[in-house]
């Protein structure tokens, strides 16, 4: 059985900084396509942050290129999304995602209906 549990949400003061972890049992990160989507009230899911397997590329919305960085640890089966700079339109659920199926170009997965398996998600709010 696959599941996923993030921590590391919080409240930060714009500008400031958090860092998200995703840890996985019942799958192997290094295997699979991981990804972080976020969801503010009202607003569709977004695709944050895709690392492929092996790490070999990642993708990252233009909102957040640059100031968030998505990386895994193999060796305790996490994933890890360092989130920077944290702006007013930042704040949302966090949430990891998983496909059991390996991916290799990970601009063409930041679509939540490519994803089998998802946390139950962490909040994340930014205060000026």
């Known amino acids: 059985q696959v599941q996923l549990v993030e921590s590391g949400g919080g409240s930060v003061q714009s500008g400031g900084s958090l860092r998200l972890s995703c840890a996985a049992s019942?799958?192997?990160?290094?295997?699979?396509?991981m990804a972080w989507f976020r969801q503010a009230p009202g607003k569709e899911r977004e695709g944050v942050a895709v690392?492929?397997?092996?790490?070999?590329?990642?993708y990252y919305a233009d909102s957040v290129k640059g100031r968030f960085t998505i990386s895994v640890d193999n060796a305790k089966n996490t994933m890890n999304l360092q989130l920077g700079s944290l702006k007013p339109e930042d704040p949302a659920v966090y949430y990891c995602a998983a496909r059991a199926v390996p991916c290799y170009s990970a601009s063409k997965f930041s679509r939540a209906s490519l994803y089998n398996y998802w946390g139950q998600g962490t909040q994340v709010t930014v205060s000026s």
């Open positions: 019942g799958l192997a990160i290094s295997g699979d396509c």
């Open positions: 690392i492929s397997t092996g790490g070999i590329s990642t």
